[in-house]
Nanobody, 125 residues
Framework: QVQLVESGGGLVQTGGSLRLSCTPS????????VAWFRQDPGKEREFVAA????????HYADSVKGRFTISRDKSKNTVTLQMNSLKPEDTGTYYC??????????????????WGQGTQVAVST
């Protein structure tokens, strides 16, 4: 059973930066797509960004393009989400997920098989 371990998150002021990391415990990301989703209470999980481990192609939600960067470190078997110019609307619980979606489904949370426990991000005004 793959367990995704997330780290990072916290409280930051508007315009600040945070860095989230995700590592598969006891496994690797080989052959998988790794994505970040965020969720507010009472709302569905929202796609943020994704990266294919093989090849490294990336995808972003329009709301984070130019501010967030998803990257992979093969030596550390880790995917990182660098979040810059944070806004209050970026607040939420961020989840790392891995799966093998086709391109047209890469933004769909239902396609991803493995999930992390979530990490809190709060952006104050």
């Amino acid at each position: 059973q793959v367990q995704l371990v997330e780290s990072g998150g916290g409280l930051v002021q508007t315009g600040g930066s945070l860095r989230l990391s995700c590592t598969p415990s006891g496994s690797t990301f080989n052959g998988y797509t790794v994505a970040w989703f965020r969720q507010d209470p009472g709302k569905e999980r929202e796609f943020v960004a994704a990266s294919r481990w093989t090849g490294g192609t990336t995808h972003y939600a329009d709301s984070v393009k130019g501010r967030f960067t998803i990257s992979r470190d093969k030596s550390k078997n880790t995917v990182t989400l660098q979040m810059n110019s944070l806004k209050p609307e970026d607040t939420g619980t961020y989840y790392c997920a891995s799966g093998q979606p086709i391109l047209s489904a890469i933004r769909s949370s239902t396609i991803y098989r493995y999930w992390g426990q979530g990490t809190q991000v709060a952006v104050s005004t």
